[in-house]
């Protein structure tokens, strides 16, 4: 048996993606704290489709609690406008007439409650998502023994490895779940 498990390297890219998913999708989460992913996904219907905000504005944090939108197409400012107010992240919209200014309300307990619950939804589909990954990478194994290209030994030691890889990548996600959690109280 090599002291590698190619079984879990095949698949390996596959669990950094869950995690970075995981990461990037929380990183959209209010915080009562001014973050440009907040804003950057927004679609704004310009040039007779929808596009990202981020490809058609500057987005700077001016402050702590307000978003700086200038779009480099001052005509669209109205558009950029709208798609903020119907975003449903409860900002309030100032247009100078050159830019939005996205002011950010503080949290209320309920608010925080809610992104509490909704990080416990993300991390239950990450968790979900690597108990797939997992499941392929049995597959693989059970079938490599059966095709006799490993032993049965190897097959259980293979399957231990997964066990604590998946265990590892579960206590990541975890991890990440419980930082955003107490950013949200802290904030």
């Known amino acids: 048996m090599a002291n590698t498990n190619i079984y879990i390297d095949k698949q390996k890219a596959d669990f950094e993606k869950v995690l970075a998913h995981f990461k990037d999708d929380l990183m959209t989460l209010r915080t009562g704290r001014a973050q440009s992913t907040l804003v950057e996904n927004i679609q704004v219907e310009a040039y007779g489709t929808m596009t990202p905000l981020n490809q058609l504005a500057s987005i700077s944090i001016p402050e702590s609690k307000s978003i700086s939108i200038e779009p480099w ?3 669209i400012l109205k558009e950029i406008e709208k798609s903020l107010t ?3 992240l409860g900002f309030s919209v100032v ?3 050159e830019k939005l200014i996205a002011q950010i309300p503080p949290m209320t307990e309920e608010n925080r409650k809610e992104i509490l619950k909704i990080i416990g939804e993300k991390e239950e589909k990450a968790k979900i ?3 797939q990954l997992r499941d392929q990478v049995k597959e693989d194994i059970l079938a490599a023994e059966k095709e006799k290209e490993i032993t049965e030994d190897d097959k259980y030691a ?3 490895d997964l066990d604590n890889f998946i265990s ?3 206590k990541k996600i975890r991890e990440i779940a419980e930082e955003k959690e107490q950013e949200i109280m802290t904030i």
Do not use: E, I, M
């Open 73 to 75: 197409d001052k005509n």
């Open 86 to 88: 119907y975003s449903n």
């Open 95 to 97: 247009n100078t007439g």
């Open 129 to 131: 998502s690597l108990r």
């Open 158 to 160: 293979f399957l231990a």
């Open 168 to 170: 590892d990548y579960n």
